[in-house]
């Protein structure tokens, strides 16, 4: 009996070593959720200098995969060395962790079919977290269920956006709507950028997104769940049109920002606020690509494409009638009371949102006369898109609608997709040198506030030029630039909440921090590395660029989440999940 228990013992030692020595690391940076079998397939080693690595099967036992490391690579960001594991010749499915030393193993990982299904599904279903005015029930929102919060059915006109039928402190509804961020107020600006990109994957991959399922309360209507998610937002940014001359209000939000509390428990008061140019064209924008994409479900929601278009031509016809009006919240706050000091989404260049604007419309009617009223190419390099910079959404559409559109318009195709390609092929240039090997992060100017949407922006720039080529070198850039959101980074994080083995856990969020439960609302796209830091926030580590990131609630300079930022997160992982058999 002694020499059983004494063999016993043993056993349990050698199993207990083993888990000790096969501990997870985090000094081995890759995609937590996985990858393609067909596709490239790349982790980081942040450790000290080593020549192998292994791919263990589930049991962590057994090398299913063994290969050399990169020679060590300095990132020209932080200075740390790294090297590369590629191990895209593994194409077999399952579950595996990758080894280095023996003893350094990474979070599990799989090679899989349809890996990246799980966050676009989420990162679409981020929105229905967001939504103004409803209750969210337990049935489509789990334990992050929550009471309705601003019903907005009574919200004042501020002084600032006075009409003759609209004076002020009279009342309007404006209920519905996306929560912009981790506050609650809503911004025409911004949504401007978030539905013209939702609604731009719908036009890139609609067969796709039809059998998208994220189960909201539409989930069973036959409107995709994506369209009847940008409906929800849609509806309340037709509030914001002022009916008697077709200006639109700035944003819809409180005098000033909440507290930490649950939508329910704010209630101060609402206002709209000043019209002005630039969120009266991203209006128009918005509704003319939603009138020529709803005009394919008239049964479903008869009216609908026609209201969206008359009301973005009644748009396009106030900014042309009033070209130059800015909002400026400091000079307003000078003027009218009470004081707003909410998000300002402060534009001083409307050049963009004019070429925004003019390419739907004329898309969606047809009509030369758009095409010709503003100049569309101005002498300026391609810039990715952001709220403040619109131009390159516009071009996104022209060239998906390229069979379709008048000649006016096809005669500029060619040289626009040259332009296309060469700024795509500029993001390429020298990622197979970089630290990460991945195509965010080439510069530190890469990392600013909303750092992880400029690297799924960076995703759709690329899988645009592969549209638009056919070369598979961009799709598998705008891949490598979603490994990157999910895990191989300089800081290991999933910026998804909800993904990954690493995952942020404490976003600059209202409800995440209000509502009791550990976990924060999934499906939310944290803001990313942001050396500015300027919330202030004392837990940051470090202010290297790559590495300027803290998890903490504190944080709303590197970890808050908006709205569009979620969106080129939804497109690209979305995107990548429709051509994942190129690979």
């Known amino acids: 009996m002694k020499k059983l228990f004494n063999h016993k013992l043993l056993v349990i030692a050698i199993i207990c070593c083993q888990q000790v020595a096969l501990a997870q690391s985090d000094k081995i940076r890759l995609n937590q959720l996985g990858f393609y079998p067909n596709a490239p397939k790349i982790a980081i080693w942040t450790g000290d200098k080593q020549s192998m690595f292994f791919v263990l099967g589930a049991n962590k036992l057994d090398t299913v995969f063994r290969g050399a490391l990169s020679e060590q690579r300095i990132s020209s960001i932080s200075q740390k060395k790294t090297q590369v594991a590629d191990f895209s010749t593994l194409k077999k499915t399952g579950k595996y962790f990758l080894s280095v030393k023996g003893s350094e193993v990474s979070y599990p990982f799989e090679i899989s079919k349809d890996i990246h299904r799980k966050a676009a599904i989420a990162s679409l279903k981020g929105f229905y977290y967001q939504r103004v005015s409803t209750d969210l029930p337990e049935a489509y929102a789990g334990k992050w269920h929550r009471k309705a919060g601003h019903p907005d059915n009574a919200v004042l006109i501020h002084a600032s956006a006075t009409s003759e039928s609209r004076p002020e402190n009279s009342l309007i509804s404006s209920p519905k709507g996306w929560y912009d961020a981790g506050d609650y107020n809503k911004y025409i600006v911004n949504s401007g950028i978030t539905m013209g990109t939702l609604f731009s994957l719908y036009e890139d991959h609609p067969a796709y997104i039809k059998g998208f399922q994220t189960n909201i309360p539409e989930s069973n209507n036959s409107v995709p769940d994506l369209l009847d998610e940008a409906l929800w937002n849609l509806r309340w940014m037709l509030t914001m049109q002022d009916p008697a001359d077709g200006g639109v209000y700035h944003k819809l939000t409180n005098p000033s920002f909440d507290a930490m509390v649950m939508p329910d428990k704010a209630t101060k008061p609402r206002y709209v606020v000043q019209k002005n140019t630039i969120s009266t064209l991203d209006f128009a924008a918005v509704m003319a690509q939603a009138s020529r994409i709803f005009k394919s479900y008239q049964k479903q929601l008869p009216g609908l494409s026609d209201s969206c278009l008359n009301a973005a031509i009644k748009a ?25 000091v909410t998000g300002g989404y402060e534009d001083r260049n409307s050049s963009d949102e004019w070429i925004w604007a003019a390419i739907e419309l004329y898309i969606t009617t047809k009509d030369d006369s758009y095409y010709t009223a503003v100049n569309l190419y101005p002498d300026t390099p391609l810039q990715l898109p952001t709220w403040s910079q619109v131009r390159m959404l516009g071009y996104y559409s022209l060239l998906r609608a390229e069979k379709y559109i008048t000649n006016a318009g096809k005669k500029d195709i060619p040289v626009l997709k040259k332009q296309l390609i060469a ?114 926030c004392t837990t940051y580590t470090t202010k290297i660029p790559d590495e300027s990131f803290t998890d903490d609630v504190c944080s709303y300079a590197s970890n808050e989440i908006a709205i569009n930022w979620n969106a080129p997160m939804v497109y690209l992982a979305a995107a990548l999940e429709a051509l994942q058999s190129r690979f």
């Open 423 to 536: 700024f795509a092929d500029n993001l390429m240039s020298g990622v197979e040198t970089q630290a990460y090997q991945m195509v965010m992060g080439k510069t530190a100017r890469d990392y600013m506030w909303g750092s992880s949407s400029h690297a799924a922006n960076q995703g759709i720039a690329l899988l645009q030029a592969y549209y638009a080529s056919g070369d598979k070198k961009y799709l598998t850039g705008a891949l490598s630039n979603l490994d990157y959101l999910l895990g191989r980074n300089a800081v290991g994080y999933s910026f998804l909440t909800g993904i990954g083995s690493k995952q942020v856990m404490h976003p600059h969020h209202r409800p995440s921090e209000a509502d009791g439960i550990a976990e924060p609302v999934p499906g939310l796209l944290s803001g990313g590395p942001n050396p500015g830091q300027q919330d202030k």
């Open 316 to 340: 396009w016809k106030w900014a042309k009638a009033n070209p130059s009006v800015l909002y400026q919240q400091n000079e307003m706050n000078k003027k009218f009371d009470p004081d707003i």
